[in-house]
């Protein structure tokens, strides 16, 4: 066999084609232009000779995200579910700086975050922010999570003894204040801060930097701590979490009430959680604070008589009480007038087994049109018998009173002229055999009717006619 035939039969080194002579260019050049255009190209595409592909390299469509400018890149990702979002962030690095511009609300869980300065840089246009979970020193990699109404921590096997556990292990108010200061310094947009152990200086510093704050919720606070809050002008939004069963303890009294009253004198909404104090603190607030609408008093620890205070809110047009295991402990039973704006009573999980307390409390509030009692201990026929001294009520809700009975019911809402909507849910001896035909003449009245007093027979009911709970007769026949 030739050396020729080995060259042709190897498949490694395949035979070389001859390159055409310059000669023989020019006349196919000079053919080419004697004929279409057609001919032409197809002819001109077939003699360039193709660009090879490095096999190292991987062919990638091109990015045209960079032809966009940030702006516009960035209105696109806001039509985004937020959902979403966070899975862009991974695209790139351009496009992880985008996602941290656009994130406006942040739950701190690890203070080194913000010590640390990464925070601000990783979202500089946060508005909201919470610092509760993070001025706690947790232990990493705990398999104990424990979870509160107000803050969830997690704690190591052994580590966790008592409710004290939360308070021990607090940052020091030097530490937050230092957070505060960093916070704020690269956040001046903020908008609500959520924020526990901090003192008089770290506020300062939030309100000398963030001007439009307008929300605040201040947890382990004392009347000393409220010396700072009178630097925030345009503060509307106050919630003050002071004491907290089995959790920490602090004092917020008459003194730091008035100081409040004296500071943020546009407040719209104020809560009051585990606050003591009394009738001077409430009255002050009414005088001084004349544009509040809405005033929460949550498990309260105040002195007796604070309920007279309530008549100086002269703009209060919703009160509500959470979690107060008595009212008042000594009500006035002669209070001299109510609060003449007031629209909503809300009361949920209150005791409401003392009738003179109760009937101080619609007395103050017998200007109400919506009356809410949620889940309320004590509220039975006698108790709510005290409810014909609101005259003009519109909206009546009623969930989880299960000593209340139907003709209890019925006795107060037929006074009633004005009601319009009614909603009574889990109230187990309220039956829809009791219900008389006066009564069911005003349910056709009504503009909004939601009646489920007892949610299992409410739900057999439902069910008859459609066949479920025929222990799988309907759904699960032979074929």
């Known amino acids: 066999m030739s050396y020729r035939g080995k060259k042709e039969n190897s498949p490694v080194s395949p035979l070389k084609k001859r390159r055409a002579s310059w000669s023989e260019l020019w006349v196919n050049h000079h053919h080419l232009l004697t004929s279409s255009p057609l001919d032409f190209a197809a002819k001109f595409q077939s003699l360039t000779p193709p660009t090879p592909i490095s096999k190292s390299k991987t062919l990638l469509p091109p990015d045209f995200t960079l032809l966009l400018p940030d702006l516009i890149l960035i209105r696109i990702i806001e039509k985004i579910p937020k959902s979403h979002r966070k899975n862009l962030s991974l695209v790139c690095k351009r496009w992880f700086k985008l996602h941290g511009r656009l994130v406006r609300s942040l739950r701190l869980s690890d203070w080194g975050f913000l010590a640390s300065g990464r925070l601000i840089s990783r979202f500089p246009n946060l508005d909201t922010v919470d610092l509760v979970s993070g001025c706690l020193i947790s232990p990493p990699n705990s398999g104990i999570l424990v979870n509160h109404r107000i ?195 809300q009361l949920e999980k209150c005791q409401l087994r003392d009738k003179n307390t109760v009937k101080a409390l619609f007395k103050i509030c017998e200007a109400a049109r919506e009356i809410v009692f949620q889940d309320c201990w004590g509220l039975d026929d006698d108790i709510f018998s005290l409810a014909t001294a609101f005259g003009r009520v519109k909206l009546l809700y009623l969930e989880g009173c299960s000593l209340l009975t139907t003709s209890g019911l019925e006795s107060v809402i037929l006074h009633w002229h004005e009601l319009e909507h009614l909603k009574v849910v889990s109230c187990k001896n309220i039956k829809d055999s009791e219900v008389s035909p006066s009564l069911s003449a005003l349910f056709s009245a009504l503009v909004e009717l939601q009646w489920r007093p007892d949610t299992r027979s409410h739900l057999s009911s439902s069910l008859t006619e459609t066949g479920i709970g025929g222990k799988g007769g309907k759904f699960f026949k032979k074929t």
């Open 151 to 345: 803050v969830s921590f997690t704690v190591d096997v052994g580590s966790y003894q008592s409710w004290s556990f939360f308070e021990e292990n607090l940052l020091s108010v030097e530490v937050v204040d230092r957070g505060l200061k960093a916070l704020a310094g690269g956040c001046s947009n903020l908008r609500k801060l959520v924020v526990t152990n901090t003192s008089e200086l770290g506020l300062l510093n939030v309100a000398e930097e963030c001007s439009m704050l307008q929300e605040l919720e201040l947890h382990k606070c004392s009347d000393s701590v409220l010396l700072g809050i009178g630097a925030f002008e345009n503060l509307q939004i106050l919630k003050l979490v002071v004491n907290v069963d089995d959790l920490y303890h602090s004092l917020v009294s008459d003194i730091g009430l008035m100081i409040l009253a004296q500071g943020c004198k546009r407040l719209v909404k104020l809560e009051l959680v585990g606050c003591e104090g009394g009738f001077d603190g409430i009255k002050e607030i009414g005088q001084c604070c004349q544009m509040l609408e809405e005033l929460t008093v949550c498990d309260h620890k105040m002195e007796s008589g604070w309920l007279e205070g309530l008549r100086y809110c002269e703009n209060l047009k919703t009160l509500k009480l959470v979690s107060c295991k008595k009212i008042d402990n000594d009500p006035d039973e002669c209070l001299s007038c109510c609060c003449p704006a007031l629209e909503r009573l």
